[in-house]
């Protein structure tokens, strides 16, 4: 079963059109906000029976978005509705729903080997140039990435939920990720009005910024300072000395209260964060 729009050509390599694989809680709310800004999308699952619960999902979350953004003005709220649904099509046939995209998003189970069966299948289905990115909350991308033969245009595209609601989409690149792929999803999140930050793994191993960890901390957890922001709230003075004492009473696990070079460098600098003006991050 199927419902279509007319392709669409481009004189670019932007991204036009998305297929979004799985309409469960992740999928709907990806399928939602890209067509809310203007992408063409696809929603494709196994069957119509989850595809209209899909259709439930992103109707009920609509509904919300469109009250809270036009209060009292019914027709603007109808408007945002329609204009959002023309620019959905479903599709419960794998290799049809993947035909015109340029960019494919997979929200289904949490399970390494149904996520690799289902790219070995799209790799000979989709278009050559179209990326594949896996929504995937604990597997590692490049295992993933390992059943297809586009290893360059392989990313995680790491959205949070609920997906209309949360400003961070977390883009994670394998070591053979290309710059082009990541530049092009860039460019999807910021066009879905969401905040990219590369990766977090360490700051000190290199693989994220004091900046990624703290948008991500706050626009993903919700805290209202990211962790560097609030070291140097604290006083980096203040925070080297609580580690430095407890790692000397060793009560505490020494791998917890190890000390931090970053942390130990800036206060020998006599950077303490706010209150000298300099820490992890500058205050003019
Ligand atoms: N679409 C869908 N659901 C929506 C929504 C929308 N547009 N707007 C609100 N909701 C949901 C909320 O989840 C919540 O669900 P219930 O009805 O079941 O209680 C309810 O609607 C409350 O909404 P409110 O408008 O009253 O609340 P709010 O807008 O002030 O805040 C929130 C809602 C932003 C979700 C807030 O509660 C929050 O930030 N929660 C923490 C979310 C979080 O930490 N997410 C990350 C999860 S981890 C993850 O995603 C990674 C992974 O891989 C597992
Ligand atoms: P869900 O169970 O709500 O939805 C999964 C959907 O995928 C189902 O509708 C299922 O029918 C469909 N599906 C399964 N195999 C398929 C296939 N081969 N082709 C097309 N559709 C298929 O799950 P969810 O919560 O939306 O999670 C999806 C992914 O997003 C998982 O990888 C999860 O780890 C990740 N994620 C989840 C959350 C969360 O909070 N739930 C947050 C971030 C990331």
Known sequence: LSHNFSSTTSNNNAVQNIAVFGSGLMGAGIVQVAAQNGFKVTMVDLNQEF???????????????????????????????????????TNTDSVKGAEKADLIIEAIVE???????????????AKPDAIFASNTSSLPISDIAKATRRLDKFAGLHFFNPVPQMKLVEIIKTNQTSEETYNSLNDVI????????????????????????????????????????????????????????WRKDGKIDASLV??????????????????????????S
């Open 51 to 89: 595809i209209d619960r899909g259709k439930e999902i992103i109707n009920a979350s609509l509904k919300r978005v469109a009250k809270k953004q036009h209060k009292d003005d019914a027709a603007a709220q109808k408007s945002l509705i329609e204009s959002t649904w023309s620019n959905i099509e």
């Open 111 to 125: 399970n390494l080997q149904t996520k690799q069966n289902l790219f070995q299948q799209l790799d000979k289905v």
């Open 190 to 245: 910021m066009k879905m009005k969401k905040s990219p930050v590369i990766s977090i793994r360490l700051v000190e191993r290199g693989e994220a910024s004091i900046k990624d960890v703290d948008t991500a901390m706050k626009l993903g957890a919700g805290m209202p300072m990211g962790p560097f922001e609030l070291c140097d709230f604290v006083g980096l003075d203040t925070l080297k000395s609580i580690v430095d004492g």
């Open 258 to 283: 190890a000390s931090a070079k970053s942390l130990d460098n800036l206060v020998e600098s006599g950077h303490f964060g706010k209150k000298s003006g300099k820490g992890f991050h500058s205050y």
